[in-house]
Nanobody, 125 residues
Framework: QVQLVESGGGLVQAGGSLRVSCAVF????????MAWFRQAPGKEREFAAG???????HHGDSVKGRFTISRDNAKNTVYLQMNNLKVEDTAIYYC???????????????????WGQGTQVTVSS
């Protein structure tokens, strides 16, 4: 059974930084493409960033230049470094994983087989 456990969310002022982490248990981490999605109240789940098995990254337009996804295969962990946070970044952030080819990443949440429980990020003005 694969489990994803997020940590690191919290409350931060606009312009500040936060890093969220996602640890993967019970699977072969290097076999998974990993992504961060987010969902604000009343909105659909949105792709924030993804990283392929090879380490290539893709960031959504709304976070490009401010957020950076990375992975540490030795620690079975994926990170999302969030800088210059805006009020509109307020959401629950979910980590997700799926097995795919080394160079592939999907922005479609339906492609992902495993999800974490989510961690709340709140940005105040």
């Amino acid at each position: 059974q694969v489990q994803l456990v997020e940590s690191g969310g919290g409350l931060v002022q606009a312009g500040g930084s936060l890093r969220v982490s996602c640890a993967v248990f019970g699977g072969t981490f290097s076999m998974y493409a990993m992504a961060w999605f987010r969902q604000a109240p009343g909105k659909e789940r949105e792709f924030a960033a993804g990283i392929t098995r090879n380490g290539d990254t893709h960031h959504g337009d709304s976070v490009k230049g401010r957020f950076t996804i990375s992975r540490d295969n030795a620690k079975n962990t994926v990170y999302l470094q969030m800088n210059n946070l805006k009020v509109e970044d307020t959401a629950i952030y979910y980590c997700a994983a799926y097995k795919t080819l080394p160079s592939i990443i999907s922005t479609n949440p339906h492609a992902y087989d495993y999800w974490g429980q989510g961690t709340q990020v709140t940005v105040s003005s």
